[in-house]
């Protein structure tokens, strides 16, 4: 099907009183292929929602957001609007927030109908359409799995599958590459090519060099809501504008430090022949793995490897089968679980899915002190200045009265690195800690990482990307085929960064 051009001109976007986008103008023409660059809270994802029709300009009597097909004759957006297919973390997290949990093919199927669950059987062609993206995005093996049971990788291509069975005339891709396993981004990159020879109009947006396909030239760049870029770039200054690199920036202040911890040794975590399970299926078997007191660790796998799972067991989310033997220190057997979440710090895409509560930044960071979501009182007086200074810290300048769900998906991560840290934690549980953060805020952020490892906290950090590991990191668990081994991490100077 053939593509969709989008005229956006005068356009204004403001969300709680705050202009979040505008004035912009731009023109996209039916078959572009758009790379979206811009640091977190620039507006990208205000951006798509836009063109995806999510959003409506806010009226100011001067703006415009046309929909042109191939002769350049206007669509009304209401018939249009079932081919216009977007992917995005908050797409994805609805997911968790509303407990769908249809299977994989079921949620791919729907696609065809453009329904989020599955509401009216599928004919024959489009049973076979949904067949084809399954095998073609490697999710054969997975179509009877529970979508919630899947990895955060593995729903994502899930929901890009989905997108594809639209049979879109827009596709919009916020941030794709996210949470993906090396096998899974090739899988992506080839899809990305074959679109790319299509009439198919798609904007793209990323963080990384190496998520921005090299078919799309065009590159479309917001600083603070503001297009400041429209054009054809190079692989090499498309890099240093995804970078930031030669771009000035304001003085930092300097990041409170945490409090002295005392030397400490001995075991923080001890495994010994544990087996987890998720929907009565085998993740890991025979874990055997001791954590000192202030040591920090990396993870490494797969998507489905397991990382995730191991992580919110290590963290009190999950329950190991009967046989094996954990340990935690200060945590004898029969104390409650909460205690132990009041010593460890928590960040993760699922956790942030979770949280369906609506509120303000302050309170989403004083809930970490009760490893709550939401508070069932108000924040006092000392929680709101442990707030700002756990905000100041991961270096988020933002006013903590705002609602939580008004930040980026990158600037609501560092809120949630904010809440883990309000409880000078022992050590800190990370899963894909850096997704969704731009250079600068990935940098800054392994700046702290390394900063309160130094200070003698503990880090268990899984990732994708074992440059993303800070130099503390000299260990790392690979997880794979339901296995899990010790190995030393990578020298920080051969890690790409």
């Known amino acids: 099907m053939s593509g969709v051009g989008v005229e956006l001109r005068a356009v204004v976007l403001a969300l709680a009183g705050r202009r979040v986008l505008g004035p912009v103008d731009v023109s996209l023409r039916p078959g572009s292929h758009v790379l979206l660059l811009g640091a977190n809270g620039a507006g990208k994802t205000q951006f798509l929602k836009l063109l995806a029709g999510e959003r409506w300009p806010t009226p100011t009597g001067r703006e415009r957001r046309t929909y042109l097909d191939q002769r350049r004759r206007p669509l009304a957006l209401a018939e249009l609007l079932p081919r216009i297919a977007f992917l995005s973390g908050e797409r994805q997290d609805k997911y968790v927030r509303r407990d769908w949990n249809f299977s994989a093919g079921r949620i791919v199927g729907t696609g065809c109908h453009a329904t989020d669950r599955p509401l009216a059987p599928l004919t024959a062609t489009e049973r076979r359409l949904v067949n084809r ?39 919009l891709l916020d941030e ?18 074959r679109l790319a020879g299509t009439s198919l109009s798609i904007v793209l947006s990323a963080h990384r060099e190496e998520d921005a396909p090299r078919a799309f030239r065009r590159v479309l760049a917001l600083k603070r809501g503001r297009l400041v870029h429209d054009g054809v770039l190079g692989r090499a200054a498309r890099a240093r504008l995804i970078e930031g690199r030669g771009a000035a920036s304001r003085p930092r202040r300097r990041a409170p430090r945490s409090r002295t911890r005392l030397a400490a040794t001995g075991s923080l975590l001890v495994l010994r022949s544990v087996d987890l399970y998720r929907d009565y299926r085998p993740v890991l078997t025979g874990v055997d793995w001791t954590v000192g007191v202030g040591e920090s660790w990396g993870i490494l796998g797969a998507n489905g490897s397991g990382k995730s799972t191991l992580l919110r067991f290590l963290y009190g989310d999950l329950h190991a089968a009967l046989g094996g033997v954990f340990e935690r220190r200060g945590h004898p057997e029969g104390t409650h679980v909460e205690e132990w979440r009041r010593r460890i710090g928590w960040v993760s895409p699922e956790l942030e899915a979770e949280y369906l509560a609506e509120v303000s930044i302050t309170d989403l960071i004083v809930s970490g002190l009760d490893a709550s979501v939401g508070l069932d009182r108000p924040a006092g007086a000392a929680q709101r200045r442990a707030a700002r200074r756990a905000l100041a810290r991961v270096g988020l300048d933002v006013d903590p009265a705002r609602g939580a769900r008004e930040l980026s998906y990158g600037q609501r991560r560092l809120a949630f690195f904010a809440r883990a840290l309000i ?22 952020v392994r700046s702290l990482l390394s900063r309160l490892a130094a200070e003698g906290v503990g880090l268990v950090m899984a990732t994708h990307h074992e440059r993303d590991l800070v130099p503390e990191i000299r260990q790392v668990l690979v997880l794979g085929e339901g296995r899990a081994l010790a190995r030393p991490a990578r020298p920080a100077g051969s890690r790409r960064q």
């Not at 993206?133 to 599958?161: I, N, P």
């Not at 934690?425 to 990935?442: I, N, S, V, Y």
């Open 133 to 171: 993206l399954l095998k073609r995005l490697g999710l054969w093996t997975l179509r009877r799995r529970k979508f919630l049971t899947l990895s955060y990788g593995e729903r994502r291509r899930v929901l890009l599958a989905r997108a594809l069975a639209a049979r879109p005339r827009l596709l």
């Open 176 to 193: 794709p590459f996210n949470g993906l396993d090396a096998a899974s981004r090739l899988l992506l990159e080839r899809e990305l090519v």
């Open 423 to 444: 409880l000078e934690p022992e050590a800190l549980l990370l899963d894909e800690p850096l997704t969704g953060l731009d250079a600068r805020m990935r940098a800054s």
